[in-house]
């Protein structure tokens, strides 16, 4: 299986207003080797409200859904162009022009679905970032980190590194995201088992 | 990584047939003031001898297993104290139990260890736990009597004093925080050779901790201050 597809969690919303069909479709994903996140709703009046912001990567609906609102379906498209539609059909229906990226049918086997779904992803412009688990930290986080070790604010980072506090902000951000630290102390510690600081200067 | 319960839970259940499913309800039960030898006791007979509604307790018991409160859920003043008492009694294990038995394993590691990292995970942890009482301390002398003198009804309660509910949900820091810390350096970073017994059980120690701290706030966040709420816009 490609590798993307277990790293980089994928967010999935299913359109479905039938509870039995949407749980079982959860329960096929679930047990797959997708890494995803599952959300539901039932109408894409629901859809619209819930992800205008924020889009999921995949959306799976129910193909009656689109029934008649192909503009709707539209404008999810120009809303969030990099979205997938899979279409998710009752029994084997020749496919919507053009408004899915995929199909398949509830008789369909398990396998085949999942297998409809991950091919997908190749096709995903984002998929082939490699999300890297790394979580060694660059020269400048490092930079920052000493600073903030140090006692320093993010004002102070910013002038002596000569970069704008937003800036900082960000790298602490992602300091904490990789070392899983958020505390200033338990950075210190951090810091020092990473002989990125002596310990003489905290004694 | 807290429990999810495959099922609903009813008070028909017996009480010894949910700790087979999730063993860390017996921190509920103490917090409730429950003994442990529950024998066949369904949760509704338990409820009975405990004077404890069956609603109430149901609530709780879903949250330790993963499922919050309903919203539109609505539990009575005499609740609402129970789940004060309850919280009281989870300071006590927090203040008395929990934490200093951590705070031993981490001088036992120290002790066991000499690099001076591990003469830092001490002080961090004693800094931690310093914080920790001011916070509990402050619930306990605080929050916890507004609650209290809202709830029974004196007068006025929440007219005549500057405290509110709404304060006391931005009050109410998250001391989980720092105990994510450090689960993560012992997980993660730190380098500490052998003494297995010793880690494992500082580790078991953090996350049994770590899960109750986090249904304690569920139980603060969505029963206490919507009750208390509620009862101010009265």
């Not at chain 1, 047990?31 to 599952?38: L, T």
């Not at chain 1, 129910?62 to 709707?72: A, G």
């Not at chain 2, 001088?107 to 000499?114: A, G, R, S, T």
């Not at chain 2, 830092?120 to 916890?144: M, P």
Request: glycine share 2%.
């Amino acid at each position: 299986m490609n590798k993307t597809l277990q790293q980089t969690q994928q967010h999935i919303v299913i359109l479905e207003a039938s509870k039995i069909i949407s749980e079982g479709l959860y329960g096929v994903l679930f047990h797959s080797e997708i890494n995803c996140k599952i959300d539901y709703c039932d109408t894409l009046d629901d859809f619209f409200e819930l992800f205008e912001t924020k889009a999921p990567h995949i959306l799976i609906a129910n193909s009656m859904q689109f029934l008649n609102r192909e503009k709707e379906v539209k404008k999810i498209r120009k809303i969030h162009p990099n979205i997938l539609i899979v279409g998710m059909d009752c029994m084997h229906m020749p496919k919507t022009n053009g408004l899915f990226d995929a199909s398949f049918s509830l008789y369909d086997p398990e396998e085949q679905i999942i297998q409809t779904i991950s091919k997908l992803f190749e096709k995903q412009p984002f998929a082939h970032q490699t999300k890297t688990d790394d979580e060694s930290l660059s020269e400048r986080e490092i930079e920052v980190l000493t600073g903030i070790v140090n006692g320093f604010s993010n004002k102070e980072i910013a002038e002596s590194l000569n970069i704008s506090v937003h800036t900082v902000v960000t790298h602490r951000k992602n300091i904490t995201a990789k070392t899983g630290i958020r505390s200033q102390s338990g950075l210190t510690i951090y810091a020092i088992s990473k002989e990125i600081i002596s310990i003489d200067d905290f004694s | 990584m807290y429990y999810h319960s495959k099922y609903r839970i009813n008070s028909e259940m017996k009480m010894i047939h949910l700790l087979e499913e999730n063993h860390l309800l017996l921190l509920m039960l103490q917090h409730f003031e429950i003994d442990f030898r529950v024998g066949d006791l369904t949760i509704a007979q338990l409820c009975r001898e405990y004077d404890i509604s069956e609603n109430l307790f149901i609530g709780i018991t879903n949250l330790y297993s993963g499922v919050r409160v309903a919203n539109n859920t609505s539990f009575s003043k005499k609740d609402l104290l129970r789940v004060i008492n309850f919280l009281k009694n989870s300071h006590t294990y927090y203040r008395s139990d929990k934490y200093p038995q951590i705070r031993n394993f981490v001088f036992q590691l120290k002790q066991n260890h000499p690099d001076k990292e591990l003469k830092l995970l001490e002080q961090f942890f004693d800094e931690y736990f310093a914080e920790v009482l001011e916070h509990l301390n402050y619930e306990d002398t605080i929050a916890f009597p507004y609650f209290i003198a809202l709830l029974e009804n004196k007068e006025n309660t929440a007219a005549s004093t500057n405290y509110s509910s709404d304060e006391y949900s931005e009050h109410h820091t998250d001391i989980e925080l720092k105990l994510k810390d450090l689960k993560n350096l012992l997980l993660k970073h730190l380098k500490i050779s052998d003494d297995w017994m010793l880690r494992r059980q500082l580790l078991f120690a953090l996350y049994e901790l770590e899960y109750d701290l986090y249904i304690h706030s569920l139980i603060e966040e969505t029963i206490l201050i919507p009750a208390g709420i509620g009862i101010e816009n009265e």
